[in-house]
C-alpha cells in the first residue's frame, strides 16, 4: 500500500506516531524536565496557502513538474528541528516555486536549462531528509527556486558480480535500493538514520555515515565512479578500483552538497551479505573508561561492524539500559568466515580495560537478530523525535569529531556548553545525552542529543543561540562541525571557521567552473 | 658514513652493482632478448659543464641555496628509464638554476616569495623519485627554474601515542622516518619501492602505493591533516579523526602533485609495529587462476597484507620462481592479535581457487624474516634497473588499475600492445611480466615490466612510443593512466583522456587561486 509522505515532518504518515503513543511519550519525559508538555497540532494540507509560483515550467516539462501547495510544502524544508518547528509554525515562506520530478537524467539537464534560461536557484533534493537546511532555498535571494527531486531516478541499473559492484541511479531511498541488491545476493550495507527516506544521490553529495562504526564509515569509501549534470554539462568519472592518477576527482563531488552538480547516478562497491555474526555488550561505571575500551578496539585492528558507546542518559533514553550505566555495543559481522575469534580478541581488549563483555549471540542469517531490532528502533526515532516537537520540547542533535588527545575534555566541554546555553536560554532542566558513533585510530565521533522545554513561541531563537555556542565551542576545541550530517545552512558559521581559508576560495572557484550563473544551491556550504 | 647521493642514477653511488654484479646481469639477460648488452658508462662529475644559472638568491636566502654542477644536475629529473638515459646521454640541459634547500618551512616561503619575485618556476622537490618526470622543470619555458629541495624538513615533530597519530616533516625520507617513529615504538609502514629515496611529502604529493596489498593500499588513509604552503599563504586543515564536512580538503592536496602548493608537514595516522605474522605461496599453472583466487581474497574482508601475484616470467626475472608457475604471495600482519586463523581461511579460499597455499612459516617480531628480505631486494630492484639501462636495454614499467570484469582481457591486451609496440620500434624480442601490486575487492593493481634490446642511439623515441601505445591502450580499455606512480609530465596523454573534463577545469581553477603566478611545477597534472 502506498504511504504518504509528510509535507511538515519526519517519513510517511502511516508511521506517525499515535495520539496513544505520544501520550505516553510525553508521561516519559515529563519528569526529565520537570513539565508536563502541551500539544500542538501538526498542519493538514488544507491549511496550506502559498503565494503562486513565480514561474511556470516550459511545456516539455511542465507534466513532471508539480506546483500544488503540498508538493511545495513538502520541498520547502528538510527535517531538522527547526524545520519542523517552522512546519508546525504553519510557516512555508521558503517555498520552492515549482518541484520538479525528472524521470531521466535527460530531465536533469532541462531542468538546469530552464534554470539558467530564466535565472532561477536549483536545489537538488533526494529523500529530503536533511538536518542542516541543506534542502531549502536561500533566505536572501530574489531568484525563484525550482526544488529537483530526483525520486524518480530510482533503479540499480546494472549489477556487475564479478566486481561485486552496481550502477545505482541517485534518486533511490534505502529501502528500494536494498530490495533491488537483495534479488542479487547484495548489499550496500549503508544504514544512516534516515536510511527510509534517503537516497543514494544525498548519501552522497553530504558524505553520509553509515552501518560501519569503524573502517569504512562513510559512504566515500565504497565510491567507483560517479555521474552529474551541471550547468556546463556532463561530470562523469571511470570506474576504477583505485587510483592515484591526480587528486581523486569523485572526492570534489562527495560532500559537495548540490553546490557542484547534480548527482545522476554512481557505480558502487556493493557487498556480498553476511551470514556470521557476533556481538556482545559491556557495561562501564564511567563514561571515560568506556571510550578508552572503544579506542583499544578501534586501534586493535578486528574492524569491527558495530563499537557503539553510549552514555548512561542515552542508554536510558533508548530504552537500551537502565540509566545506571554506560554500555558499549561490539559487533562483528562478513560474509566469508565465522567472527568468533574476532569476538574473543574484543572480549579481552574490553576486559584490560575493565570491561566485561557479555556476548549477546550470533545468528546465522540477516534479519531476525537483536542488530536488526536495534536498527528498527533507530530508524524509527525520528517519529518520536517530531512528537517531542509538537509536545513544544527543544530536541536537537550535534555531532562532530575529535582526536583521541582531546577526547575526554572536548566531551565534557561540550556536553556543558550545551548545558549552559541551554539554561541561558532559558530551556532547563536540560538531558544532555552522548553516544559515540563512529570509532577510529585516532579518535571517535561523539554524537549529542539534547531535550529540554522550550519557549512556546521562542524555540527558534533558542535553537540559534544553542546551536552558535555550540558550533562555536566544537570549532575552538578542535572538532569537526560535523562529522556526517554535513553543512548545508545550520553548520556554515562552524564550517567557515573549520576549512582552510584557500580551500574555500578553490571549492569557489571549482563552483564558478561549472555553475557560472551560480543556480546550484547557492549558500550552502560557500557563498559565491 | 656518509653516502653520496647519485646525480644522475636511482639512490646513492655505494649501492650500485659493481662490475662484476653488472657482469653476471649481462650474461643472465642475454638468452633472454638474444644479444649481449654491451656497457655505457655513466657520467662523473667532472664531465659536468652546465650554462650559468640565470637568476642569483637574495643574499638572506644564498646560504642554502646550491648552484654547484652536481646539485643542478642531480636536480634535473626524477629516476625514470627516460631519466637515467637522459644521464647516460650527458643531457643536464634541463637542469634547474639553483638548488634551494630550505632549512624551515619558513624557508620554504623566502623561496616562494623570490620566485615571485622573479618569475622563476618553483619545482617541489622530495627524493627526488618520481619516475614520471615530476620534478624536472618545464620544457618549453623561458623561465629560469628554482629546485626547492625539501631535504631539510626531515624530522618527526610531535608524537601523539593517545591518538597514534605523529606530526611529521615533509621532506623526511623512509628510512630516517621510520627510525625516529621505532623509538616510539610506531611504525607508519609506507614501504614504496622508492621507500630509500622519497620523502613523506613526495608520497602525499603523489598518492602514493605502500606495503599494505588491499584495504589501505595508498597513503591517502593515514593523513589526518596537511600543511602547505603555497604564493597565496599557508594551507592548512585540522586535525580530525573523519569529517563529513564538505568535501575534504586534504583530498584536493593529496595527489597534487606540487602544482597546488609545497607540503611542509603532515599529521599521519601511525601503526603499532607488528607483532604477529602469517604468510603462505600458491603456485598456478594459469595467470588467471591466480588472479581470481586473488580476487577471492580480496573481497574475503580478511584484508591480507600481502597479496602479490606474479605471473611465471616476474617470478623468474626477481628470483622468486623457476618461471614455469605463476606464485601468489599472501601475508597476514597484526600488532595485536595472531593472524593465524586468518591464514587457515585464506588457504580455504585459495584451495577453492585450485591452488595450494603453502605456510611460509611466521616469526614474532620484525626484520628477521622472508618478507623483509623480499623487502630488501625489492628496494634493491631499482639500482639493477639503472645497470640494465648502462647495457643498453629498454626497461619500463607500466602501472595500472582495472575492474575485475575487464580484468583478464586487459591484461592480455596490455601485454600484446607492449609486445607489439616493442617489435614495431625494432626492440624485440621483448620480456614483458606482469604483477598485481594491489588488490580491492571491484578490481586490482597490474604492474608490468618491459626489458629489450634498445637502439643504441634511439631508446627515448623508442620509449615515447612504446609508452604512448600502452597508454592509450589502457585508457581505451577502462584502466587508469597510474595506479601509484603518479602522472607527472610523461603519463599526461594518458592523464587528459581519463579525468573528467570539467574536473580539469576544477583543478585549474584550483590552481589559479593558490598560484595565480603559475610558478607551482607548471605543465605537471594540467597545462593552465
Given at each position: 500500500m502506498a504511504r504518504t509522505r509528510s509535507f511538515w515532518g519526519w517519513g510517511y504518515d502511516e508511521e506517525r506516531l499515535t495520539r496513544d503513543e505520544i501520550g505516553r511519550l510525553a508521561e516519559r519525559v515529563a519528569p526529565l524536565i520537570g513539565a508536563h508538555p502541551a500539544y500542538v497540532e501538526p498542519p493538514v494540507a488544507a491549511e496550506l496557502d502559498l503565494p503562486a509560483p513565480r514561474i511556470s515550467a516550459p511545456t516539455s516539462i511542465a507534466p513532471w513538474c508539480a506546483v500544488d501547495d503540498v508538493a511545495r510544502a513538502g520541498h520547502t524544508y528538510g527535517k531538522s528541528f527547526r524545520d519542523v518547528v517552522r512546519g508546525l509554525d504553519r510557516d512555508f515562506r521558503g517555498a520552492p516555486d515549482v518541484v520538479a520530478r525528472p524521470p531521466d537524467e535527460a530531465g536533469v539537464v532541462a531542468v538546469l536549462d530552464w534554470a539558467s534560461e530564466v535565472d532561477a536557484v536549483v536545489v537538488p533534493y533526494g529523500g529530503g531528509s536533511s538536518v542542516v537546511g541543506g534542502v531549502e532555498g536561500p533566505p536572501d535571494d530574489e531568484r525563484p527556486v525550482i526544488s529537483c527531486d530526483l525520486g524518480r531516478l530510482d533503479r540499480v541499473l546494472e549489477v556487475d558480480q564479478t566486481s561485486r559492484a552496481a550502477r545505482i541511479q541517485a534518486g533511490v531511498l534505502g529501502?528500494?535500493?536494498?530490495?533491488?541488491?537483495?534479488v542479487h545476493g547484495l548489499t550496500l550495507r549503508h544504514y544512516p538514520?534516515?536510511?527510509?527516506?534517503?537516497?543514494?544521490?544525498?548519501?552522497?553529495?553530504t558524505r553520509s555515515g553509515g552501518h560501519f562504526a569503524t573502517l569504512h564509515t562513510h559512504l566515500d569509501e565504497f565510491v567507483e565512479s560517479i555521474r552529474a549534470v551541471t550547468?556546463?554539462?556532463e561530470w562523469a568519472s571511470r570506474r576504477l578500483p583505485g587510483s592515484g592518477a591526480g587528486p581523486d576527482p569523485n572526492r570534489l563531488l562527495l560532500g559537495s552538497e548540490g553546490i557542484l552538480g547534480i548527482i545522476t547516478e554512481a557505480w558502487m562497491r556493493v557487498l556480498s551479505r553476511p551470514k556470521f555474526r557476533a556481538s556482545g555488550v559491556a557495561r562501564f561505571d564511567a563514561f571515560g573508561a568506556g571510550a578508552v575500551a572503544a579506542r583499544a578496539l578501534g586501534q586493535s585492528g578486528l574492524w569491527p561492524s558495530n563499537c557503539r558507546l553510549l552514555d548512561a542518559t542515552e542508554a536510558l533514553v533508548t530504552g537500551a539500559g537502565d540509566?545506571?550505566?554506560?554500555?558499549?555495543l561490539v559487533a562483528f559481522e562478513s560474509s566469508d568466515h565465522p567472527v568468533d575469534a574476532d569476538l574473543a580478541r574484543a572480549t579481552e581488549l574490553v576486559a584490560d580495560h575493565g570491561g566485561t563483555l557479555s556476548a549477546r549471540g550470533h545468528v546465522a542469517h540477516d534479519g531476525d537478530d537483536e542488530a536488526a531490532r536495534w536498527r528498527g528502533a533507530f530508524l524509527r526515532a525520528p517519529y518520536a523525535r517530531d512528537a517531542l516537537v509538537c509536545l513544544g520540547l527543544l530536541n536537537e542533535t550535534f555531532e562532530t569529531a575529535v582526536t583521541w588527545d582531546r577526547f575526554e575534555e572536548f566531551v565534557d566541554t561540550i556536553r556543558s556548553t550545551a548545558h549552559d546555553a541551554l539554561r541561558d536560554v532559558g530551556a532547563a532542566p536540560a538531558v544532555v545525552s552522548c553516544r559515540l558513533t563512529h570509532v577510529y585510530p585516532d579518535g571517535a565521533a561523539p554524537y549529542f542529543t539534547v531535550i529540554a522545554p522550550g519557549?512556546?513561541?521562542?524555540?527558534?531563537?533558542?535553537w540559534a543561540q544553542v546551536k552558535g555556542a555550540v558550533m562555536a565551542a566544537i570549532a575552538e576545541h578542535g572538532g569537526t562541525v560535523t562529522h556526517h550530517h554535513a553543512v548545508g545552512r545550520d553548520h556554515r558559521a562552524g564550517y567557515d571557521l573549520e576549512r582552510p581559508a584557500l580551500f574555500a576560495e578553490q571549492l569557489r572557484a571549482a563552483k564558478r567552473v561549472v555553475d557560472p550563473g551560480g543556480i546550484l544551491n547557492p549558500g550552502v556550504l560557500i557563498d559565491l
Open positions: 529501502p528500494s535500493l536494498e530490495d533491488q541488491l537483495r538514520q534516515s536510511f527510509e527516506v534517503s537516497s543514494l544521490g544525498g548519501w552522497l553529495a550547468p556546463r554539462g540509566g545506571t550505566t554506560h554500555l558499549l519557549a512556546p513561541s521562542g524555540r527558534l531563537s533558542q
